[in-house]
């Protein structure tokens, strides 16, 4: 492979019918070698169907990928972002390529998964899904045909254990086996436990891991966790079923859709994503109002996360005609909490805010620091929130405004017990009709 591929990143830009358009000479090589040219049907499956999410969900998608032909595979970081004209621009930075080894017979030894695995899984280098038992992951409500040839952050949200370590991960560096992989399993919310034995190739490298399950706690809750595990099962499957199926009908995947049920399609997938999240708030409510919950004492940067916020509201702010202006500057806000609770709470302010935008509006983010505190403010120039609400809407169920199209009334009550969680706060100060600012406090770090 030449010096032109094996370093740096790719670019190229594909249209409504995966024609390719455009590309730089590192995609342009790759593109060519798997029988493609510029102006002709993207010739790379798995950039492909990268391409086909991104425009289905119309939101950017970033996936890594295994581009490879009879020289090499390659591990690529791709990032695909849909234009309201369906086109769709590519982004990839090279990861890691691998010589093609020759195939020794018997070299290549069988891997025995962990003995004591409730059920079992394997990932390439890559750390993407290359086999999983169907019949256990079936059994809590998982499709196992859409989890392989899927990254495996795709089916568990890895966890660091008390000294912030992840096995996983530090096994990963040194191609080494690894057990104690603190996990949850992502569709369903139910905590695992994780181990795994490195596998190599022909050549003595690394090939991934054979890996298993090896414990599914059972916590105490009652009822009412009981019920919500059960909801969040049974449910979140068949709900992504049928979002997955209407975005492809609204994509004319299998070829052309009349207009009007394309229409259909888009308000059938948008009532299942708030069925989805509603079955996840009702999961993050059961874990909040445990007596032992408990959130990471990290350092973390708000401004950073106030980006991130920003990054993943901007298509939906764009839809709507609205702009996220980020006034956080580029210098760190060191708060203490942990990063993904922090996002999820200013993911929900920012999306609240874009929702009660007019039309053209504006929505800031502004950093403030003070009195041992960090503080993240979100303004918005909607209708804003009378002051006999202003308590109201951090209750359950409670909605400020029934008139938005979205919501359940659990957001806000989910982020303020997530801010206590985390020794903050979050705040609201509003005037009928002049919009509102949403105040996230966390404590500074030290």
Known sequence: MSTSVTRGVFHALVDADDRVLSGDARFVELNDRAGGVVGAELALATVGALVRIARGLRVPVARTITIGDDRSDTDWHVRAVPGDDRTVALAATLLRERPMAPVVPGAIVEIVPPTDAAWTWEVDAALIVTRIDAASIARVGLDPVTIVGQPLAGLFV???????????????????????QQAILRATGIPVTLAGHVRHDAAGGFAGFVGGVLAV????????????????????????????????????????????????????????????????????IEAIERMDFTTARDRIDLADVAREAAVLLAVAAAARGVTIVSRTGKEPASAIGEHRRALQIVVNLLGNAVTYSPEGGTVDMRLEAGGGQVRLLVYDRGQGVPAHEQARIFEKFVRGDGSAPDGNGLGLYIARRLAQAMDGALTVESVSGEGACFTLSLPAAP
Do not use: C, K, W
Request: proline fraction near 4%.
């Open 217 to 284: 706690p059972v916590t105490g809750g009652g009822a009412i966790s009981d019920f919500n595990t059960r909801l969040h099962r049974m449910l979140r499957a068949p709900l992504r079923t049928i979002v997955a199926q209407a975005e492809n009908i609204r994509a004319a995947a299998d070829g052309p859709v009349d207009a009007e049920y394309v229409d259909y399609a888009a308000d059938i997938a948008t009532a299942g994503r708030h069925l989805m999240g509603l079955v996840d708030d009702l999961v993050d």
């Open 158 to 180: 890895l966890e660091a254990d008390a000294g912030g370590a992840m096995p996983l991960l530090e096994a990963l560096s040194r191609a080494q086996d690894f057990t104690g």
